[in-house]
C-alpha cells in the first residue's frame, strides 16, 4: 500500500465516521457520505485519484475559484432582491404616509383656527368677570378689628417680680 493511498483510506475513514455521526447531531449525511465515497475510490484506484486532484486542483485555482465565488456573490446578492424590494415599497408606502399625515395637518390647522380664536375670547370673558367679581367682593368686605384695650398699670411687665 501506498503512501497516498493510506492517506486516502484516513480520510474515507474520517468522512465514513462524520456521515455515521452527523444524523445524530441533527445535520444530513449526504455530504459526509459522498466525500466518503469518493475518498473511497480514490484509495482503491490511481485513475480516480488523478482525475479528482486534477478538478480540486482546477478548483482551487485562480480562474475557477474566482467563478465560484462570482457565482455565489450573484447567487446571495438574488436573495436580497426580495428584502430590497420590501423595502421599496415599504418606503412608498411610508411616504405616501407622511405626505397624508402633513395634508391632514395643514387642513387641521385651517379648521381648528377659528375655533381655537373663539374659545380663547370666550375664556378672556370669563376671566374678565371672574376678576371683577372677585374685586368688587374684595371692595365690598372690610375686616373687623378687635378693640383696643389700653394698657393697665397691673399688666407692667417690669414690675412682674416686684414683691409687696
Same mark, same amino acid.
Given at each position: 500500500m501506498h503512501r497516498s493511498a493510506a492517506v486516502w483510506f484516513a480520510l474515507a475513514g474520517l468522512t465514513g465516521g462524520w456521515s455515521l455521526l452527523a444524523p445524530g447531531a441533527g445535520g444530513g449525511a449526504v455530504l459526509p457520505g459522498l466525500l466518503a465515497v469518493i475518498a473511497l475510490a480514490c484509495a482503491v484506484n490511481a485513475g480516480?485519484?488523478? +482525475?479528482?486532484?486534477?478538478?480540486?486542483?482546477?478548483?482551487?485555482?485562480?480562474?475557477?475559484? +474566482?467563478?465560484?465565488? /462570482?457565482? /455565489?456573490?450573484?447567487?446571495?446578492?438574488?436573495?436580497?432582491?426580495?428584502v430590497?424590494?420590501?423595502?421599496?415599497?415599504?418606503?412608498?408606502?411610508?411616504?405616501?404616509?407622511?405626505?397624508?399625515?402633513a395634508v391632514s395637518l395643514v387642513a387641521a390647522n385651517t379648521r381648528l383656527r377659528p375655533i381655537?380664536?373663539?374659545?380663547?375670547?370666550?375664556l378672556r370673558r370669563v +376671566? +374678565?368677570?371672574?376678576?371683577?367679581r372677585i374685586a368688587r367682593a374684595a371692595r365690598a368686605t372690610r375686616t373687623v378689628r378687635p378693640p383696643r384695650v389700653a394698657p393697665s398699670e397691673d399688666d407692667d411687665p417690669a414690675g412682674a417680680f416686684a414683691f409687696a
Open positions: 480516480v485519484r488523478d +482525475r479528482v486532484m486534477a478538478k480540486v486542483l482546477w478548483a482551487l485555482s485562480g480562474s475557477g475559484l +474566482r467563478a465560484v465565488v /462570482i457565482v /455565489i456573490g450573484a447567487a446571495m446578492l438574488w436573495q436580497l432582491v426580495g430590497e424590494l420590501a423595502l421599496l415599497m415599504a418606503g412608498d408606502v411610508l411616504a405616501y404616509v407622511e405626505v397624508l399625515a381655537k380664536a373663539r374659545l380663547v375670547e370666550r +376671566r +374678565r368677570a371672574f376678576v371683577s
